[in-house]
C-alpha cells in the first residue's frame, strides 16, 4: 500500500510559480510510475506528467512543455511538480498517482494507476 498526500497548491497570478510535491508513505519507492493529473470544475481529469521513479525519465503534457517539470527526491520518498509562467487555463485540482512497473504509454492514463491522494487546488488569476 502507498499512501500520497499532495501540498503546494494556492492561489497565484498569472506568469507566477508554484511547486507541488506529492508525499509517498507506506513503502519506498523504487520501480513506481509517478503521475501528476488535474482537473477542473465540469472536465474530465487530464495528465499533466509523470516521472519514472527509477530512471528519472519524465513526460509532461505539450501544452505545459517548456514551463512544468517533473522531478524526484528520493531520500523524502516525494515527486515534485514545478510549474512556471502559469496560466489561468491551468487552474484545476492536481493529484498524484502511483503505480508499480507501468509503461510509460499508460503512465498517461489516469485510470491506469493504483494509488492516489486527495489533491491540491490550484488557482491562477488573470
Known amino acids: 500500500q502507498v499512501q500520497l498526500v499532495e501540498s503546494g497548491g494556492g492561489v497565484v497570478q498569472a506568469g507566477g510559480s508554484l511547486r507541488l510535491s506529492c508525499a509517498a508513505s507506506g513503502r519506498t519507492l523504487s520501480n513506481d510510475s509517478m503521475g501528476w493529473f488535474r482537473q477542473a470544475p465540469g472536465k474530465e481529469r487530464e495528465f499533466v506528467g509523470y516521472?519514472?521513479?527509477?530512471?528519472?525519465?519524465?513526460d509532461v503534457e505539450d501544452s505545459v512543455k517548456g514551463r512544468f517539470t517533473v522531478c524526484r527526491d528520493i531520500a523524502k520518498n516525494t515527486v515534485y511538480l514545478q510549474m512556471n509562467s502559469l496560466k489561468p487555463e491551468v487552474t484545476a485540482v492536481y493529484s498524484c498517482?502511483?503505480?508499480?512497473?507501468?509503461?510509460?504509454?499508460?503512465?498517461?492514463?489516469?485510470?491506469?494507476?493504483?494509488?492516489w491522494g486527495q489533491g491540491t487546488q490550484v488557482t491562477v488569476s488573470s
Open positions: 516521472i519514472i521513479w527509477s530512471s528519472r525519465s519524465t
Open positions: 498517482r502511483a503505480r508499480w512497473l507501468i509503461s510509460r504509454a499508460t503512465a498517461k492514463r489516469w485510470n491506469e494507476y493504483a494509488y
